[in-house]
Each structure stands twice: as structure tokens, then as C-alpha cells.
């Protein structure tokens, strides 16, 4: 399977609702990025600053000056591929333990 092309990698910073600009859609609140809402709140947001969001090349061929504003503006920290790999391998290890193999006999 061919993995995916990432043009950029992008964090949340706290205090800042930046939405994933691909996710604008009719009738659909857009997806924050590194952030979500509160169900029964939506005025409430939740930040993870850790999480880091790879944009794929054809997203941010068509909104890469809006992605590149927001990281200008402080509303997102740009970080590094390398970066987004350790990230992907923490994930993976937090979720080894809970992981059950299924037995074969």
C-alpha cells in the first residue's frame, strides 16, 4: 500500500481553534486541529498540544497559505517529520499493552 505524502506537520497551541481547513463541509462543524469540543458544550474546548496532525500534499496544495498564516499567527507550532515519527512510535507504545492478539488453535 502506498503511504501517504505530508507537506506539513502541525500541533495545536492552546487558546487557539484552528479547524482543519479540508473539513469544512455543509452542515458540518469543521474538525479542530490538536483540539475538541465539548458534546454538551461546544463552547468548551479541550487542547492536546502533543498530538501532532500531518497535512497530506493535496490539502496543502489548496490551503497551504492558510495553514502557513495560522503558524505565522502563533495559532499553530509547525513541527518536523521526524518529530511526527516519535510521536506515531509513542502512540504505538502506549497502546501495545492494550493490545490482545487474537489465538489461533
Do not use: C
Not at 30 to 52: M, N, V, Y
Amino acid at each position: 500500500m502506498h503511504e501517504p505524502e505530508f507537506a506539513l506537520y502541525v500541533s495545536s497551541v492552546e487558546g487557539h481553534a484552528v479547524t482543519r481547513f479540508s473539513s469544512h463541509k455543509m452542515g458540518r462543524r469543521p474538525l479542530l486541529i490538536g483540539a475538541t469540543r465539548d458534546h454538551k458544550d461546544p463552547t468548551k474546548i479541550t487542547w492536546d498540544t502533543s498530538r501532532i496532525v500531518p497535512i497530506p500534499e493535496g490539502e496543502y496544495a489548496r490551503f497551504g497559505r492558510e495553514y502557513n498564516r495560522e503558524i505565522r499567527a502563533g495559532g499553530l507550532k509547525k513541527r518536523s517529520a521526524e518529530e511526527y515519527a516519535e510521536w506515531v512510535n509513542k502512540q504505538v507504545k502506549a497502546e501495545a499493552p492494550n493490545r490482545v492478539d487474537e489465538v489461533v488453535s
